[in-house]
Nanobody
Framework: QVQLVESGGGLVQAGGSLRLSCAAS????????MGWYRQAPGKQRELVAS???????NYADIVKGRFTISRDNSKNTVFLQMNSLKPEDTAVYYC?????????????WGQGTQVTVSL
């Protein structure tokens, strides 16, 4: 099994920045791709950013140019740097990991961390 633990969420004003972290433990040799999803109240969970074992990244159009995903394999950690935050970025952010190079159907999920962006 793989355990994912997120940290770094919180309350920030519009235009501000936050950095989310997700530490993986357990059978981490199984992990190829990692990513971040988010779910706002009343909305479906959506993929925000992903990074595979080749460090290839992908972003949702709505966060391109503002969010940056990275991973540190020596620490089994993936990060999401979020800049120029907007109120519509408010959501619970979930770390995800998969046993394939695509993160569209994650095998593992974190518990989620709340990000709230105020005006």
């Amino acid at each position: 099994q793989v355990q994912l633990v997120e940290s770094g969420g919180g309350l920030v004003q519009a235009g501000g920045s936050l950095r989310l972290s997700c530490a993986a433990s357990g059978s981490i040799f199984r992990i190829l791709a990692m990513g971040w999803y988010r779910q706002a109240p009343g909305k479906q969970r959506e993929l925000v950013a992903s990074i595979n074992s080749f460090f290839t990244t992908n972003y949702a159009d709505i966060v391109k140019g503002r969010f940056t995903i990275s991973r540190d394999n020596s620490k089994n950690t993936v990060f999401l740097q979020m800049n120029s935050l907007k109120p519509e970025d408010t959501a619970v952010y979930y770390c995800a990991a998969g046993r394939s190079e695509r993160i569209t159907a994650p095998d593992y999920w974190g518990q989620g961390t709340q990000v709230t962006v105020s005006l």
